[in-house]
T-cell receptor, first 114, second 114 residues
Framework: KAGVTQTPRYLIKTRGQQVTLSCSPI?????VSWYQQTPGQGLQFLFE???????NKGNFPGRFSGRQFSNSRSEMNVSTLELGDSALYLC?????????????FGSGTRLTVV | GNSVTQMEGPVTLSEEAFLTINCTYT??????LFWYVQYPGEGLQLLLK?????DKGSNKGFEATYRKETTSFHLEKGSVQVSDSAVYFC?????????????FGQGTILTVHP
């Protein structure tokens, strides 16, 4: 079956612009989480959605936002981009809220802000 | 808060050597524990998991046992291969209000030489 699909794979943006990243979870998975990965900070949790509701949010500024659609697909948006937003953004999906399930990750979107 | 600490890296081994990557955690309640692996240019792949104390997760020759008394989840493999070269992340999901949120260690780079 298809895995978690993230688009685009690579993105170059200019400071001050905004960007939208997309994530299609595995069919049937209703929980979608987003992470930012940088060499300095490692993997940091951004937010998590379940059935179109944001259930958890990490310690990121309000410029970072997301949403989930009725088909479980999710988007995250970053407004007023800063150089420090350059990172690999990873999406993960899971079957349910149970901690017993692992999370399946996509290949990520590599965002470069210049 | 919840946290995961991995052994300092990088780790360099010869093929067929024994591997141990230490992982300890701090969490309230009874978290589920995971090991993920990341190959260059890719997202994270779930390697193994354990959901309760004394559980042993295993996959592809890798093993880890959930030790609540020492709050540890060390990754081991009896004989590593060059193809095991990657970055390994220990993670926990504490459940409760943290549903959908994985807390990661800083990652350990493993390089295996022929």
């Amino acid at each position: 079956k298809a895995g978690v699909t993230q688009t685009p794979r690579y993105l170059i943006k200019t400071r001050g612009q905004q960007v939208t990243l997309s994530c299609s979870p595995i069919s049937g998975h209703r929980s979608v989480s987003w992470y930012q990965q940088t060499p300095g900070q490692g993997l940091q949790f951004l937010f998590e959605y379940f059935s179109e509701t944001q259930r958890n949010k990490g310690n990121f500024p309000g410029r970072f936002s997301g949403r989930q659609f009725s088909n479980s697909r999710s988007e995250m948006n970053v407004s007023t981009l800063e150089l420090g937003d350059s990172a690999l953004y990873l999406c993960a999906s899971s079957l349910s809220l149970s901690t017993n399930y692992g999370y399946t990750f996509g290949s990520g979107t590599r965002l470069t802000v210049v | 808060g919840n946290s995961v600490t991995q052994m300092e890296g990088p780790v360099t081994l010869s093929e067929e050597a024994f591997l141990t990557i230490n992982c300890t955690y701090t969490a309230t309640g009874y978290p589920s524990l995971f090991w993920y692996v990341q190959y260059p240019g890719e997202g994270l792949q779930l390697l193994l998991k354990a959901t309760k104390a004394d559980d042993k997760g295993s996959n592809k020759g890798f093993e880890a046992t959930y030790r609540k008394e020492t709050t540890s989840f060390h990754l081991e493999k009896g004989s590593v291969q060059v193809s095991d070269s990657a970055v390994y992340f220990c993670a926990l999901n504490a459940g409760g209000t943290s549903y959908g949120k994985l807390t990661f260690g800083q990652g350990t780079i493993l390089t295996v030489h022929p």
